[in-house]
């Protein structure tokens, strides 16, 4: 699904990393650690180009998601932002209704009548349309942090991609929020390949089916998780918490 | 690929947009250095004008402006420099405040002939300095006193509350205080509001033209009740003739001297503004 | 001390501090105060139709319809000229040039705001006239057209780099948000930075207009200063408010009722730019929340 070949990242002079070759099989989770500074936000962002504004960075070698070459000159850009979502560390919303947020990404491209249907399909997906059918018109920042964040996820979803990058995506939530983020995550993995990037071990540990480490440039796996998700303690104690 | 063909087209249009505004500046230069040139012969800016401003220099419509946009900037910079002062240091409630900033805000924004008009009253017939200088300096103190005060206000309520924490856990009296830390710290946006202040009044011409100024006949105010020649209102009487070459031809020297002194304002403005943010970030 | 007034111990320092803030707000309030009272007379003696007169005959009737009008098409016009022209470049300046070369034009902005009034006005008289007389075979280049494009010059400066800023201070956030989901930049531009940055759009423009409708000299120079009341034809001579004062305020000065009329036409003037620029800075205050 996702091949690295020779792939390097850097920033000026800085190696973020080096000499990559890998390939990441589809419909997994894969969890991705390291020290702050390390570079594995920005490791993440590059696979769907986010950086390609920023002056000094550069890539070398080549990165294949679904058979596309992401770096090849002719690629376009947009469609692979289409079929690689990502979801950023704070949840960014646009001051608009829960139903133009979720619908954002495809709206010119989606006949008028057909909108309510993915809206409630991918809200479901979130498990947050329960929480929010009766009031789709109201402005998406009224939701907590926790309810934002799932919307984000949403509005990616909406748009169809086969990979999903997750940016620390609970780091600014709270543990009941973070408990069901993680549990939507495995909710997807039967239909979405999934990077998840965090800087606590026993996350990475819990949701993910292999752990690679960005250390100095390196990206080394860790060796296969000892604790299968379903029977990681502090993961199970907080999810049985959380309202079906 | 449509799409992106159409992108590409907009962007391409409003990139050639902001390029002919950017080079707007540059044709507004352009012209007055091609059609204020010839007019500049040796003594131009040492000379009289003469016959009724079809000829010679502008010495004296220059010294005039200078006159007028110096004084005033003496009279509006303890106004402006107080006021600011009194309203962040010694003012407590943020509503008296609030209806400060915007009266700068509105004084501001206020047409500048209604600064001739209201002000011709105040000072030339209440205070009887009839139709001259004085006059002409008072009235553009107010109305550069926003400029002064914005600029001002921004340097001071720009310094880190530590400064005035510091200060006052030394037991440093408030005027101490403000001499001492405060005064210094916000010099630059002191001198950048001289700075464009004068260039805001070098500009002026409504506010003056009726209450200030004459055309000829005066050379060096003798007295408070004398008016000056200046070079706006010197501009504006010779662009009206405009079947006459020579006074046109002369229009265009001194919009070329006005310009450059406004342009040598603003820049020196700009100089002092980004050393001292270059200081204070040291 | 109710909560409006307080204020902390005064000392003798202090005094001078209050008392210059005194000479401050005493200029605010004469600048009122004189236009309101100046103004009486004319409107004792002509009433309403002081504003919907339409004939200003000195010693006659002081009917002030014309310059009204002319303010309103000539600033009009400007708005309509200017407004496209500082949109694009605005969002061409903050969502596509590098921030080195923003900072550039956000200068050349300012220089550009600093050129004085007189100096459009003579470009006006020198070019601006005969063009349009020219390319538009009129008898004379003096015109509401004319008034109105010199305007719309004068403030582009102004609009384009407050509309610039309303733009650019969209968080970077919302443009990241956007993009990842497969927005064109374009896209990201017009759906998201725009909507959010509108407020202070409109804020920009009010101020625009604020400064458009109180510019005396560049207009006077080639608006025409003809009293009548127009009607759909923009390529005639016209009046506005401030061109109508600085024609006339020399020969009324200080006294007589037609002096009474220009307060009065100041007074008309300075209510609307007020109530517009105070509307202006609402909206970018709330841009900027």
Partial sequence: MIQFKNFAVAFGERKVVQELTFSLSTNSITGIIGASGSGKTTFLRALCRMNDRINNFSVEGSVFIDGMDVYRPDTDVYALRRKVGMVFQKPCVFPKSIFDNAIFGVRDKLPKKERPDLVEKVLREVFLWEEVKDRLGEKATTLSQGQQQRLTLARTLAVGPKVLLMDEPTSSLDPKSTAAIERLAQSLKSRHTILWVTHQHDQAQSIADRVLVIENGQVTPLSTPIVPPEKSSSFTKILQGYPE | MNAVTAEKMVLAFIGCITFLIVALLFTILGIMFLKGLPAMHGGFLFEESSDFGRAGGILYQLVGTLILMGVAVLWSLPVALGSVLFQTEYLNTGKLKTFLTQLTYILNATPTILFGLVGYLLFGVYLETGVSWVTGSLILAVMILPTLQVSIREAVEALPEKYREAGMSLGLSRPTQIWRIILPQSLYGIVTGVLLGLARAAGETAAIMFTATTFSGIQFPQSFSDPVPTLQTHILVLAQEGANPESIAQAWGAGLVLLGLVFLMTLMAWAFRTRMVMESEL | ?289
């Fill in chain 3, 1 to 289: 001390m109710n909560a409006f007034f307080c204020v902390r111990k005064l000392e003798p320092v202090g005094w001078i501090f209050a008392a210059m803030n005194f000479v401050f707000l005493g200029c605010a309030m004469a600048l009122g105060i004189f236009l309101v009272v100046e103004s009486v007379p004319i409107l004792r003696s002509e009433g309403l139709s002081f504003w919907l007169g339409e004939n200003w005959w000195v010693g006659e009737s002081f009917g002030a319809l014309p310059m009204i009008c002319g303010s309103l098409i000539v600033t009009g016009l400007a708005i309509f000229f200017v407004l496209p022209v500082a949109l694009s470049g605005a969002l061409f300046t903050s969502e596509y040039l590098p921030p080195s070369f923003r900072r550039k034009v956000k200068g050349v902005m300012e220089l550009l705001a600093g050129v004085p009034g007189i100096i459009y006005g003579l470009l006006g008289v020198s070019f601006l006239t005969l063009g349009v007389k020219d390319a538009l075979n009129l008898l004379d280049g003096n015109t509401f057209f004319t008034a109105g494009l010199l305007l719309a010059i004068m403030i582009l400066p102004t609009v384009l780099t407050l509309s610039e800023d309303a733009l650019h201070s969209v968080s970077y956030e919302f443009r990241e948000a956007a993009e990842s989901l497969g927005l064109t930049k374009l896209q990201t531009a017009l759906r998201v930075v725009l909507p959010q940055s509108l407020p202070g759009i409109v804020g920009a423009v009010l101020l625009g207009i604020g400064r458009a409708m109180g510019e005396t000299i560049a207009v006077m120079l080639v608006v025409g200063s003809l009293d009548r009341v127009p009607g759909f034809n923009l390529f005639v001579s016209g009046q506005t408010i401030p061109s109508k004062l600085g024609r006339e305020a020399a020969e009324a000065l200080g006294s007589g009722l037609h002096w009474n009329a220009l307060m009065g036409l100041g007074l008309t003037l300075f209510l609307v730019v007020a109530i517009i620029t105070f509307s202006g800075h609402l909206f970018i205050k709330r841009c900027n929340q």
